[in-house]
């Protein structure tokens, strides 16, 4: 595959490379990293997407890119808002796996104090791991309202205050839900299930803000060195990962009935407007409201967590949460494309928004400013807050990348990676851990993923977001 060099942090893959391209790929990235990307799939999944129908502007991959389901993690692509399609392998699984950032004014010499008896309180009250679940004695009303109406609905029922709300993308509720879309398969999965992690990447962090990068920025977040924060990073659990295989199957037999060639069966989509599209769509968006609640209920259990620890209400102890944003989402947006203003489907997928100041999407607190961009690390690695830029608004459909990027397979890192390494490395570092599966601390290494700091220094140097602050980990838990 050829590949044109642009400039040291970005590159293309030209329509002209496969036939049936109907666009350019473009792909934010460094030398070294893009050279990974060649070993899987990675460029070969987005040049491929970039034969769908109806797409506008380029196919897109982030720094953190890899090799997923049909469409690159770190891919992002747009679809015309009246011609296009939309794909749920574009999408991803685990519909709206996403990060939130809940600040704090409690000191590092502090929490150290009490480090092991906090974790000991989340991993109690936040269950954690494969088919993990929570009996919060809610029904299938609750859920339908859940899946509905989102984050509003929990805080009414007690789980968080009302500023939660304007501090999440889609203030926690997306508008178009429609629960008779969803099968009676991921409806069973998903009751139970809310407040919970789940396993993978997934993960609760207490983390430090180890350096600020922009005081300006940092002080319209609230964020200040030292300080401490917690970070969460989960999406729809079961629920969204059934309301995906359903469609996706529902979509085979639509692509035979419209006598549709795919240029990879794992790219199935639908025509806008289309009975399947309005189908989809409106179950998708019940497993984005579902794991922005979920990630509410995980909130509530910090704060009471924390206060059971420190003794102090959470308000006392400056638990707000930061922001709350998707990283695999499809959702339609305006944006200026060829300087005209255009309506668009855009597909983010192991990729973030990153809206510059002035976008009425952002909360009124940070609108002057540009969006919380929030970038997990690996286990034992730092992780980011950037903000949204211009050049992302330019170039990318507001888009950023939504974290390191795999860079080996589980199972390539179960055989090489002792589990022994990590635990010493965490040890090292002062990180204390508290994990449900041994196997995952060899699956999750921190060897297993990109650096970081490269990845968040190349989307700085191609201006599609700034560093903010840099976060480092004191205390993990994970599945």
């Not at 996403?98 to 000191?107: A, P, Q, Y």
Request: proline share 3%.
């Amino acid at each position: 595959m050829e590949i044109e060099i642009i400039n040291d942090n970005k590159f293309m893959v030209q329509k002209q490379a496969f036939p049936g391209m109907n666009t350019d790929v473009v792909i934010y990235s460094n030398k070294q990293m893009i050279e990974k990307m060649k070993l899987d799939k990675t460029l070969i999944q987005a040049s491929n997407a970039a034969k769908l129908p109806g797409l506008v502007g380029n196919v897109m991959v982030m720094p953190d890119g890899h090799e997923g389901y049909g469409f690159p993690i770190g891919g992002v692509m747009a679809s015309d808002a009246e011609n296009g399609i939309v794909s749920p392998g574009a999408v991803g699984f685990d519909i709206n796996c996403s990060v939130r950032l809940i600040k704090t004014n409690i000191e590092e010499a502090e929490l150290r104090v009490n480090v092991e008896n906090i974790l000991d309180e989340l991993f109690k009250n936040v269950p954690s791991g494969v088919g993990s679940r929570m009996n919060l004695g809610l029904s299938q009303k609750d859920l339908q309202k859940i899946a509905e109406h989102g984050v509003p609905y929990i805080i009414e029922k007690g789980f968080g205050i009302d500023e939660d709300i304007e501090r999440i993308e889609e203030n926690g509720g997306m508008s178009g839900a429609d629960f008779s879309k969803v099968s009676k398969e991921a409806r069973s999965r998903g009751l139970n299930e809310l407040g919970t992690l789940g396993a993978g990447n997934h993960f609760l962090e207490i983390q430090k803000v180890e350096s600020i990068l922009d005081d300006k920025t940092a002080k319209a977040y609230g964020l200040y060195k030292g300080q401490i924060v917690i970070m969460v990073h989960t999406g729809s659990r079961g629920f969204g990962h059934q309301i995906c295989s359903d469609y996706l199957k529902i979509l085979l037999e639509y692509q035979k009935k419209h006598n549709i060639v795919l240029p990879d069966p794992e790219l199935g989509y639908a025509h806008v407007g289309s009975n399947e599209f309005y189908d989809y769509m409106g179950a998708m968006k019940c497993a984005v409201n579902y794991a922005f609640t979920n990630k509410q209920i995980i909130t509530n259990s910090i704060r009471k967590s924390f206060e059971n620890v420190f003794k102090k209400s959470s308000d006392a102890l400056g638990m707000d949460v930061l922001y709350d944003l998707s990283h695999n989402i499809v959702k339609l947006e305006e944006h200026m494309v060829m300087g005209k203003k255009r309506k668009v489907y855009v597909h983010r997928k192991g990729a973030t928004r990153s809206f510059a100041a002035g976008r009425d999407e952002i909360p009124k607190k940070y609108r002057g400013v540009g969006q919380p961009v929030l970038i997990p690390g690996s286990m034992g690695t730092a992780s980011y807050v950037l903000c949204g830029s211009d050049g992302a608004m330019e170039e990318t459909f507001g888009s950023a990348c939504h974290g390191a990027g795999r860079v080996m397979s589980r199972h390539q890192a179960l055989r090489e990676i002792p589990a022994s390494k990590t635990f010493n490395s965490l040890s090292n570092k002062n990180i204390s851990i508290r994990i449900r599966t041994k196997k995952l601390v060899s699956e999750e290494a921190e060897w297993t993923y990109k650096d970081v700091d490269e990845v968040v220094k190349t989307v700085g140097n191609a201006g599609i977001a700034k560093a903010v602050a840099r976060n480092v980990p004191i205390a993990v838990v994970k599945g």
